[in-house]
């Protein structure tokens, strides 16, 4: 099956500033990339998402961009803020969902 | 229904005991998946619903554990002689698919297993 890889595991940023959060892929035939932003004791939620067809997409703050040929996508938060803080999931689909081991976001006021 | 309904909410159960966890998913979803989220873990797959059928359940970690799914409809995955490592929070999630599955999933609230 697929295997999705994420960093970093922890992530510490000032609020203002970016964050940027990595994953890589080892499936050629996965052809979806969501991200998932789950708060402490809720449910995961969709924040965005990728298609193969597509290098970049941008929703306000937050962007994705995907590297077929290197296997990679990354998520981009601009102006980060508090409510940022979440752990984010990466995921890739073959057609099974395989997610990454998550990133612990933490925005310091 | 509005989203992806999960039934119990937390289920506190003795090692030794099967327990059976079920999953609604949102009318007209015809995929369906569990994944086990063990505290401060990430999300570990367990097994894909196309339909009623499963082709790929590939992440069951033993055959303590099972699953069904009644047409597009309500799914059960079963836990016999719970051991004390299955304590963990069960999610289900449901999604618009054909087999590329290329839609984005909707996330139950899960179910809060513990076991004793």
């Known amino acids: 099956g697929e295997n999705v890889e994420q960093h970093p595991s922890t992530l510490s940023v000032q609020e203002g500033d970016s964050a940027v959060i990595k994953c890589t892929y080892s499936d050629s035939a996965s052809n979806y990339f969501p991200w998932y932003k789950q708060e402490l004791g809720k449910r995961p939620q969709l924040i965005i998402d990728i298609r193969s067809n597509v290098g970049e997409k941008k929703d306000q703050r937050i962007a994705v961009t995907l590297n077929k040929t290197a296997k990679h996508f990354s998520l981009h938060i601009t102006e980060t803020q508090p409510e940022d803080s979440a752990v984010y999931f990466c995921a890739a689909t073959s057609p099974g969902f395989y997610f990454g081991s998550g990133t612990k976001l933490n925005v310091k006021p | 229904g509005a989203g992806v309904s999960q039934s119990p909410s937390n289920k506190v159960t003795e090692k030794g005991k099967d327990v059976e966890l079920r999953c609604d998913p949102i009318s007209g979803h015809t995929a369906l998946y569990w994944y086990r989220q063990r505290l401060g873990q990430g999300l570990e797959f367990l097994i894909y619903?196309?339909?009623?059928?499963?082709?790929?359940k590939s992440g069951l970690p033993s055959d303590r554990f099972s699953a069904e799914r009644t047409g597009e409809s309500v799914s059960t995955l079963t836990i016999q002689r719970t051991q004390q490592e299955d304590s963990a929070v069960y999610l289900c999630a449901s999604s618009l698919s054909g087999a590329s599955g290329n839609q984005p999933q909707h996330f139950g609230d899960g179910t809060r297993l513990s076991i004793l």
């Open positions: 619903f196309q339909g009623n059928s499963a082709p790929d």
